[in-house]
Structure formats: structure tokens, C-alpha cells
């Protein structure tokens, strides 16, 4: 452990409280999942107590190997460190279950999955949003297969959505930083560390932040993370939002590795105390509406079809005009609300988001009842078959949960798995 780090941490906790951290990041790490309450069943892994702070949380004994289990495939969990499950607590304390929520920093997805299931309930909306391109693309992989309909992957800087402007009940923050909770887990990490990227890191924080602050309306809050343990990235970031930008202070939290059963975060919550300006809607808007029926979705008449980039999307009624104002203000957006269908040639497809996503009416298609060997094989994108003679698009589904399409042509079935979710092992 760097020596500058261990004298920075006796600065905050003492000496004596300092050596039990140090201790504990010289340990093993803890590993946990958060269940999709939506598709139940059982995991590979053996199930331990409940995180308490999260009811869908659970830790496990042994870490296996993920990409092994199909019901991690088709979002049947999410392996999330426990500490970041407090969001879930946060939420319930300062968020309604309707509300309109953006996850500023959102990849790979841990925290915005947590977001979308928190607000099905009350039919909320997450727009989850990535700065880098490739990290926007494992978020809306990861998004699409957490199968809740009432989300938006875009693929923005947050400054971006001050064009929008402050309309969101809540703001998301899990802020790029030093990464000293996950000195345990990511030696790399621990080498990479240094006072001068811990400074860095607090500038780039606040120019994060200083575009968030103009994103929540009066009386919103802004959570603000980071999976570090220092004051300059942590307290003193979140004193400096409140004093520039007028927002008050409601709660802090840290956790250590020592103390809590998880890795090292810390989290805030602060409430906005100013009206903020509304952005000014655009001329063109990157969503095309349609005038189909979506018809291979329950509740088919709660929903909207548009195109996007050679895909369809089916999108809430209900945050129709939400939705319309991000796409009218230039936003990039990936997927949103039901990955569809795909335009295959000249013919639309249902997409692999539509199979795994929980609106799917199952019963407008064919089945195929996998084993795990078949399921195995599907994910790799390799080729099966149906044992049947009913022909055209199918349904593979394990365990009774969907993991996507094949077409059947009679003596074999054409694996239509995205290749670039294609399993490797």
C-alpha cells in the first residue's frame, strides 16, 4: 500500500482505525448479486444472507464463473458489489417510485439497473447516460437484458443535457475517481493511485457535477458516489455543490471494508433548493414515431412504436413527451424504452431486447424449452435445433425465461443471438 495513501487515511480515521483498513484491503473480497425480482429463479451460485440495506441484494460464498449461467444472461441477476446497493436505500428515503430519474455516469450499469427496478413500481423512467462510447455499449447490453421497459441508453457528455435542462426529480452521480474502495478487488488499482490523480480526479468530479446541478428541479436531489475514501474527492466535493450551486446537504455515508460487509464507497445525497432553467426544445428529433401497433408486447396499447438507427423501439405513453424533448435536444440515444425489432434486409425482426424484455406477450410466438447444454450452446452463438416442425422465428427460452430468437427452417435452427453478446467459454 502506497505510503502516501495509508498517511492520508490516518489523517481521516486515526492510526489504529487506519491499520484495520489497510488490513482489510489486504484481504479477500466479497462478492455479491442483486436478483431481478421480475425473473425469478436460482442462480448458479449459492445464495447467502441479504444485504441489509437491499432486499434484492445477496452475497455469495464463492465467486463462479458467470458466463457459465444462462440466467445471467437473460438478467436474471446483476453481480453488483454490495456497498453501491445502498443507492436502493437512498432511493426509498428521497425518491418516489414515479419519478423521473438520470444516471449522469451510468456504465457498466450496476447502478442504473438498481434505479429501473426500484421505479417499475411507480412506473418511474431512468435515462442512463455514458460518456465513452464502448462503456454506452455493455450499459445498454446490460440494460436490454435487466429487461425493464422504462429506460433510455444515451451516449453523452452530462453537459449535453444541460439542453434539457432541470426536469429530473433525480440525479445520478457515480463519479470517475481514484478507486481506493477497490484496492481489494483491482491490484492495478492500488498502482495507478497517486496524490496528483487523486487531484485530477476532484476536477474533473466538479465539472461533472457542475453540469449536474442544473439537470434537478427545485425541490430534486443529486446522489453523488464514488468508491473512494477521500475527503477531497467525497465531503469536500459535495460541501463546494452546496455552497455553489444552492443545493442543501440531507445525507452522507461512507463505507469501509473494515466496518461494512462490502468494498469501499461513499455516498451522498443533497437537495436542490433552486428553480432551475428549462432547456429549449430542438427542431428535429432522432426518433421516428410509427403508426404500427406494438403488437408483440402485453398492454400493446400503452406504447408507442419508433425507429432509431434501423431498429424500432417501443416506448411508454406515459413519458411519450419526456422522451420526445431528450431526443429534440439532440441527445444519442442507443436504445429506448423495448428494443423491438431489427431491419434485417427488408424485413423487421423482433430484436433480441424484445425476447428478454418483460412487456413480451410470450404467447404470440413459438417455444423452444431449452436444456442448460442447448442454452449453452445458443448463447455461443452456435447452431440447434427446435424438434419440431412448426417453421419461422421461435422463442428460446430456460428455466421458462427467454434468452432470444432462432428460425427455424426445418432440419436446423439459424441462431439469431447478437454476435456481439456471443458467450466465449
Known amino acids: 500500500m502506497k505510503e502516501a495513501f495509508v498517511r492520508d487515511m490516518q489523517r481521516e480515521l486515526g492510526e489504529q482505525e487506519a491499520a484495520e483498513l489497510v488490513e482489510a484491503l489486504n484481504g479477500e473480497p466479497i462478492t455479491s448479486i442483486r436478483l431481478n425480482d421480475r425473473k425469478e429463479g436460482m442462480p448458479i451460485c449459492t445464495l447467502g444472507e441479504t444485504v441489509e440495506w437491499c432486499r434484492w441484494g445477496r452475497y455469495i460464498d464463492e465467486r463462479p464463473n458467470f458466463a ?82 422504462n429506460m433510455m441508453v444515451t451516449n453523452n457528455a452530462v453537459s449535453h443535457f444541460e439542453n434539457v435542462g432541470a426536469i429530473f426529480d433525480c440525479v445520478v452521480v457515480d463519479a470517475p475517481c481514484s478507486g481506493e474502495g477497490m484496492f481489494r478487488k483491482d491490484y492495478n488499482a492500488r498502482e495507478e493511485w497517486s496524490e496528483e490523480n487523486v487531484a485530477m480526479c476532484v476536477e474533473r468530479q466538479r465539472e461533472i457535477l457542475q453540469s449536474a446541478a442544473k439537470l434537478a428541479k427545485e425541490g430534486g436531489v443529486l446522489i453523488y458516489s464514488t468508491c473512494t475514501f477521500n475527503r477531497r474527492e467525497n465531503e469536500e466535493n459535495v460541501e463546494w455543490m452546496a455552497r455553489e450551486y444552492d443545493f442543501e446537504i440531507l445525507e452522507q455515508r461512507h463505507f469501509y471494508p473494515h466496518r461494512d460487509k462490502g468494498e469501499g464507497l461513499y455516498m451522498a445525497v443533497l437537495k436542490c433548493k433552486t428553480i432551475g432553467k428549462v432547456g429549449k426544445i430542438g427542431k428535429k428529433s432522432s426518433l421516428k414515431k410509427l403508426k404500427e401497433q406494438a403488437e ?44 423491438y425489432a431489427d431491419l434485417k434486409g427488408k424485413e423487421w425482426v423482433p430484436s433480441a431486447g424484445l425476447a428478454l424484455s418483460q412487456a413480451v406477450d410470450e404467447s404470440k410466438f413459438s417455444i423452444i424449452d431449452a436444456n442448460y447444454d442447448t442454452a449453452m450452446r445458443y448463447l455461443r452463438c452456435e447452431a440447434i435445433t427446435a424438434g419440431t416442425g412448426i417453421k419461422g422465428i421461435m422463442m428460446v427460452r430456460y428455466e421458462g425465461h427467454p434468452l432470444g430468437w432462432v428460425k427455424n427452417v426445418g432440419n436446423r435452427c439459424n441462431n439469431m443471438y447478437p454476435a456481439y453478446w456471443r458467450v466465449r467459454c
Open 296 to 339: 408483440w408486447l402485453k398492454d400493446s396499447e400503452d406504447y408507442e412504436l419508433v425507429e432509431l438507427k434501423e431498429q424500432r423501439c417501443a416506448v411508454s405513453l406515459k413519458w411519450e413527451e419526456t422522451i420526445e424533448r431528450i431526443a429534440m435536444c439532440g441527445a444519442n440515444i442507443f436504445v429506448v424504452g423495448v428494443q
Open 68 to 149: 457459465t449461467d444462462p440466467l445471467f444472461h437473460c438478467g436474471g441477476y446483476y453481480v453488483q458489489e454490495a456497498s453501491s446497493m445502498y443507492l436502493w436505500c437512498m432511493m426509498e428515503r428521497y425518491v418516489r417510485k414515479d419519478a423521473l430519474v438520470i444516471d449522469c455516469c451510468a456504465a457498466p450499469g450496476g447502478k442504473s439497473t438498481l434505479i429501473a427496478q426500484y421505479l417499475t413500481e411507480g412506473e418511474g423512467f431512468v435515462v442512463s447516460n455514458e460518456f465513452v462510447a464502448k462503456r454506452a455499449n455493455i450499459l445498454a447490453e446490460n440494460m436490454i437484458k435487466w429487461g425493464y421497459p
